[in-house]
Nanobody, 124 residues
Framework: QVQLVESGGGLVQPGGSLRLSCVVSGFTLDNYAIGWFRQAPGKEREGVSCIGRHNGITYYEDFVKGRSTISRDNAKNTVYLQMNALKPEDTAVYYC?????????????????WGQGTQVTVIS
């Protein structure tokens, strides 16, 4: 049974940092790409970042590039999203999801299994 569980969200001031975790089970992490997405109230779900299977190539949307890092620890079955210099517009529920590749990491429909999400709120 495939499961993804996100954690690490919270309330943080602008300029602060959070590290989100996505713990996976039911499959071999290295065989899948893992994407991070977010959804703010009243908005569509959008891609944030992705790490490819095997080679670990990373992808970032422009709005997080330079202030976020995605990484994976296959031994711990965990993918991380380190987010720095957070802004109020980063406020959203953040989800991780499995995919076969990151080529369309911005498109949620190309990902298969999803976690329940973790809330990130950036407010002064």
């Amino acid at each position: 049974q495939v499961q993804l569980v996100e954690s690490g969200g919270g309330l943080v001031q602008p300029g602060g940092s959070l590290r989100l975790s996505c713990v996976v089970s039911g499959f071999t992490l290295d065989n899948y790409a893992i994407g991070w997405f977010r959804q703010a109230p009243g908005k569509e779900r959008e891609g944030v970042s992705c790490i490819g299977r095997h080679n670990g190539i990373t992808y970032y949307e422009d709005f997080v590039k330079g202030r976020s890092t995605i990484s994976r620890d296959n031994a711990k079955n965990t993918v991380y999203l380190q987010m720095n210099a957070l802004k109020p517009e980063d406020t959203a529920v953040y989800y991780c999801a499995t995919g076969s590749h990151c080529w369309e990491y911005y498109d949620p429909t190309t990902f298969d299994y999803w976690g329940q999400g973790t809330q990130v709120t950036v407010i002064s």
